[in-house]
């Protein structure tokens, strides 16, 4: 009897011993019942023997029958539950392994068209398979390199150093190597500095049958990584370079501070020197300068007979030249004053205009040979301002008008308002101020420079005392000028009945409230 592929083994061998046991148990029992039968049977009626025949054939029997053949149906349908079961086990044990299958194909794709050089080595370092990655890193083809130890991409000097061994010791200590940066020779020759990691092999035993290594070229980065090092590098040296060439300018800078501080206080000391010596001298000379003139004077209004013509012309010179003398030393103690911060202005209000012909009238007693026009506004508002400054700056204009223009040549002087300010102009048709020396000839001791100037006698101080005084009573002076033509001086005052820190600020705070 062959066996079916869908019978169990067990379920076979009952169904073997069956088919003996089944006709001899049947045989048995009956020779069993006709032995019986024929020894007990005969005594009793016909009808019980027949009654027990169809016990025995018609009820016995088929039960006998239907469960020896319901006990087979069982035991086949049990046996086909446990075959389905065991099917189906194997068809999903065939998907796992299928699926492992794929798996792995794709792990091999990836792993054989990687970028990174992938390759397995045996435990002695043989290699066993190199990816396309490992062929495009170090231009080995497979065939060239396995079967071969991986030290052939090793640098002498590494291999000398015993990177080999160091990295088998390391690798099986913890199973694994990661992110080690070292150096590997391309077929060509060309250094490739790659990113190692190595992790152990083990088969199912749990052996250990090799190692995987993954390498990243990452050559390009650490250049550019160490380019940046010696650009910083070379930044950190320029700046400890520079920081060192400021260190050493600014102490330069600080000795030259002390140095210039020192030569400053030296020079105010000096300045302070000077300016007492000039004052000294200034009062000094001041004194016996007022005793010469009013002796001259005296000289020239006396009618001694003992003076002919000549001596009374060498009175005239002496006169002149002691009230040069005295103008300068005014003027003198004047800036001395100024630049002290001493000047005292006493303002007021006073009528400009009579002012001016006051000081008119003396320059023409005086016989100059310039015939002066007069002012010809009229009802001219007064100006707020210190009387006696006011004509020292008015003074100082006409002479000047007086010394750099011909003879003959008219002077005029003009009044006008703006209703805040009254504008007093000196003109005169004289020889002009080159252009780039109007702002200059206000400066203390400045003078042009012309051919004619040892003619006309002046020391530069002149203007600059006007400048100062005019300011000093919140007014302005400034100059027109044509180059052979002329120059028209002006300077400005206040208007009286104007609110005091409106007019003349600076001059409350020079005159220390003393008006
Ligand atoms: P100085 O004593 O030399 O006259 P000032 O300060 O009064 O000093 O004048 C400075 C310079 O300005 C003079 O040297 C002169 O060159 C020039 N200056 C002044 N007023 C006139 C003017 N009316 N015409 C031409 N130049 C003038």
């Not at 016996?288 to 005296?298: D, H, K, R, Y």
């Not at 009802?379 to 400054?389: E, F, L, T």
């Not at 006011?390 to 204009?397: K, P």
């Not at 006698?457 to 400034?478: D, F, K, M, S, T």
Request: net charge negative; charged share 30%.
């Amino acid at each position: 009897m062959t066996r079916s592929v869908f019978v169990s083994r067990d379920l076979y061998t009952r169904l073997r011993a069956l088919r003996y046991l089944l006709p001899l148990a049947v045989f048995g029992a009956v020779v069993a019942y006709e032995v019986v039968g024929f020894f007990f049977f005969r005594s009793l009626p016909e009808l019980v023997p027949t009654l027990l025949d169809l016990l025995l054939y018609s009820t016995i029997g088929p039960i006998v029958i239907w469960f020896t053949i319901n006990w087979i149906a069982q035991r086949i349908e049990e046996t086909d539950r446990a075959l389905a079961a065991k099917e189906q086990a194997e068809q999903e044990q065939r998907r796992a392994l299928e699926a492992a299958r794929e798996q792995e194909r794709l792990l091999a794709a990836v792993c054989s068209n990687s970028a990174d050089a992938i390759l397995t080595l045996d435990n002695n370092g043989i290699i066993k398979t190199w990816n396309r990655g490992a062929e495009m890193m170090f231009g080995y083809t497979a065939d060239e390199v396995v079967g071969k130890h991986f030290r052939l991409l090793l640098p002498p000097e590494l291999e000398a150093q015993g990177e080999v061994e160091w990295l088998a010791r390391e690798v099986l200590k913890q199973g694994y190597i990661r992110n080690y940066q070292t150096e590997r020779v391309a077929k060509d020759g060309r250094r490739v500095i790659v990113d190692l990691t190595r992790t152990l092999l083990y088969n199912e035993k749990g052996e250990v049958i090799g190692s995987s290594a993954s390498l990243r070229d990452i050559t390009e980065r650490v250049r550019a990584e160490q380019a940046i090092q010696q650009l910083n590098l070379e930044l950190e040296t320029k700046v400890a370079e520079r920081t060192a060439q400021l260190a050493t300018a600014t102490e330069e800078l600080r000795r030259r501070n002390r140095e210039l501080e020192k030569a400053n206080q030296e020079l105010k000391k000096l300045d302070e020197l000077k300016s007492e010596f000039v004052s000294m001298v200034s009062h000094e000379l001041r004194a016996p300068l007022t005793n010469i003139n009013g002796s001259i004077e005296l000289l020239l209004s006396g009618d001694s007979p003992c003076y002919d013509r000549s001596h009374r012309e060498l009175l005239q010179i002496i006169s002149e030249q002691s009230a040069r003398l005295t103008r300068l030393v005014q003027g003198i103690l004047n800036v001395s004053r100024i630049e002290a911060g001493q000047l005292v202005l006493q303002p007021q209000a006073f009528d400009i205009v009579a002012l001016i012909e006051k000081v008119l009238g003396v320059w023409e007693s005086r016989g100059v040979a310039h015939p002066f026009e007069h002012p010809r506004a009229q009802n001219v508002p007064s100006v707020w301002a210190d009387r006696d400054r006011t004509e020292e700056v008015l003074f100082n204009l006409i002479d000047n008008a007086i010394k750099y223009s011909p003879e003959g040549t008219p002077i005029r002087l003009e009044v006008e308002t703006d209703g805040k300010f009254a504008k007093v102009s000196v003109s005169d048709r004289g020889i002009g101020i080159p252009a780039d020396e109007v702002e200059k000839i206000f400066d203390k001791f400045h003078r042009v420079d012309r051919s004619d100037r040892a003619e006309t006698y002046g020391h530069g101080l002149g203007l600059y005392i006007c400048r100062r005084l005019i300011e000093a009573q919140g007014g302005q002076i400034n100059v027109e000028s044509v180059l052979g033509e002329g120059s028209t001086f002006w300077f400005t005052l206040p208007l009286a009945g104007r609110s005091e820190d409106e007019v003349m600020p600076s001059v409350r705070r020079q005159t220390g409230g003393r008006r």
